[in-house]
């Protein structure tokens, strides 16, 4: 079936996906939480794999992956399907660059009884 999928791409956005006859029509893209509810708004199935339904997602069903649906689709594809998607190159999807901080003092991450000192006995 045709169904948009939302889910929380944390700092307070959402991604939003569509597929369509089985098919990923369009990606995952990241939106605000304004843009996200404009997009409910217009309607049509609306389902979530986070495990906790985004906030925003009143009434939106949350489904996670089942490795037996997956194969009972793959079962019902043709020959020329599996050897295309066969072909496809997995890559991760990122939707946002990496967010990393750095501890400001030393011995912030670690317990400075564990740190342990760079002589040699």
Do not use: N
């Amino acid at each position: 079936p045709d169904y948009h999928v939302l889910g929380d791409a944390r700092r307070g956005s959402f991604y939003v996906a569509t597929v369509a006859a089985g098919q990923l029509v369009r990606a995952p893209m990241i939106q605000t939480s304004e843009q996200a509810l404009e997009e409910i708004s217009k309607g049509g199935k609306w389902i979530t794999l986070d495990a906790k339904a985004p906030a925003l997602s009143a009434g939106i069903e949350c489904f996670q992956p089942d490795a037996c649906q997956l194969a009972k689709i793959v079962g019902r594809w043709t020959e020329e399907q599996i050897t295309d998607h066969s072909k496809a190159v997995l890559e991760p999807i990122y939707l946002q660059e990496a967010f990393i901080t750095i501890a400001k003092k030393v011995g912030k991450m670690v317990p400075q009884d564990i740190i342990v000192s760079s002589k040699v006995p």
